[in-house]
């Protein structure tokens, strides 16, 4: 399973600081204990778990709840739809009824004791944006999230995998390697690879522009423009 619950991400909940991540194949909110004690009121804590930390299961957040989670730098945490804040739901659970519908209820939920079967799924549908998961019974709805729909922050900006859902899977190859080689080629080097002199009149404008900004985003884009994903 290529679910990414060893992440961290710096969040803010509640006015308090938290890493959100997985911790023992669930994906949960962790707070520093050395800040205090965390009282979130009707919300369930585990108390040092793990050690040091008090936990939060995500799962057992509202979903008006999760949304008020943000980046520590004050950007939201996910975008899109709403339904991008589930994780570890099962298909059936109360928290969710306003926000998915089961379109294909075939298989048992909270069977306890079952050992993972990848063929026990159900599919279910975003009533808001019409987004259709598949639901493992006993994993609930990770198995249809690879990869956390997250904005990236501005430090993780080469991060491939923040942007992998945007980028079509044809040119996967090929943005790896551009993101790969503009943090690797010297500048001279890039600019005979992509042919950039369609892009900047000059060896030295793409040199000057690139120390003014990071233009990784503008050469992904060129490179999708390229490949005729985007009209140029
Ligand atoms: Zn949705």
Not at 38 to 62: A, Q, R
């Amino acid at each position: 399973m290529d679910f990414q619950n060893q992440k961290k991400y710096n969040v803010i909940f509640k006015d308090r600081k938290a890493v959100l991540t997985g911790y023992n194949d669930q994906i949960c909110l962790l707070f520093d204990k050395k800040d205090g004690v965390l009282d979130l009121g009707d919300i369930k804590v585990l108390d040092n778990y793990p050690e040091g930390s008090y936990c939060v299961f995500f799962s057992s957040l509202s979903m008006e709840e999760r949304k008020q989670i943000t980046l520590d730098n004050g950007d939201p945490l996910f975008k899109d739809c709403e339904c991008s804040l589930i994780f570890d739901d099962k298909p059936n659970s109360d928290l969710l009824k306003d926000y998915i519908e089961i379109t294909d209820d075939t298989i048992e939920y909270y069977v306890p004791d079952l050992l993972f079967d990848p063929s026990k799924y159900a599919t279910v549908k975003c009533k808001n944006c019409g987004k259709k998961y598949k639901v493992n019974r006993k994993m609930g709805y990770r198995s249809s999230f690879f990869e956390w729909n997250v904005i990236a922050p501005e430090n993780n900006a080469y991060d491939f995998s923040l942007i992998k859902n945007i980028i079509p899977a044809q040119l996967h190859d090929k943005v790896k390697q551009l993101i790969e080689d503009y943090s690797s080629l010297s500048d001279e080097d890039m600019w005979y690879k992509y042919n950039l002199e369609e892009c900047w009149l000059s060896l030295e404008e793409y040199e000057d522009e690139k120390e003014e900004i990071d233009l990784i985003g503008f050469l992904i884009v060129n490179l999708l423009v390229e490949n005729d994903f985007i009209a140029g």
